[in-house]
């Protein structure tokens, strides 16, 4: 069983920014993409941003020019930086990655933007 291991959620106001952080095992960190979706309330889960091994990155255009996706492959993690946050951009936030054909999913930490 794939473990990834979410942290950095929590209490923002409009216009903040927040540091998420998602952990994974050694053997499929260095060899898979890595990718942050969300949930918010009432709506299905989407997509937010993604890293493959190599550093390239795409993400979702309500992302673009606000959130960064990195990764350090010393420490089997990967990182989304969130900045401006919205009100509307509360949700919960997962870690995910495909090995072998199954993705894995992190338990999701709660970001919640509000004054």
């Known amino acids: 069983q794939v473990q990834l291991v979410e942290s950095g959620g929590g209490l923002v106001q409009p216009g903040g920014s927040l540091r998420l952080s998602c952990t994974a095992p050694?053997?499929?960190?260095?060899?898979?993409?890595m990718a942050w979706y969300r949930r918010a309330p009432g709506k299905q889960r989407e997509f937010v941003a993604r890293?493959?091994?190599?550093?390239?990155?795409n993400y979702a255009d309500s992302a673009k020019g606000r959130f960064t996706i990195s990764r350090d492959n010393a420490k089997n993690t990967v990182y989304l930086q969130m900045n401006s946050l919205k009100a509307e951009e509360t949700a919960v936030y997962f870690c995910?990655?495909?090995?072998?054909?199954?993705?894995?999913w992190g338990q999701g930490t709660q970001v919640t933007v509000s004054s």
């Open positions: 995910n990655t495909v090995s072998a054909e199954v993705p894995y």
């Open positions: 050694r053997n499929i960190f260095s060899i898979n993409a």
């Open positions: 890293i493959n091994p190599g550093g390239y990155t």
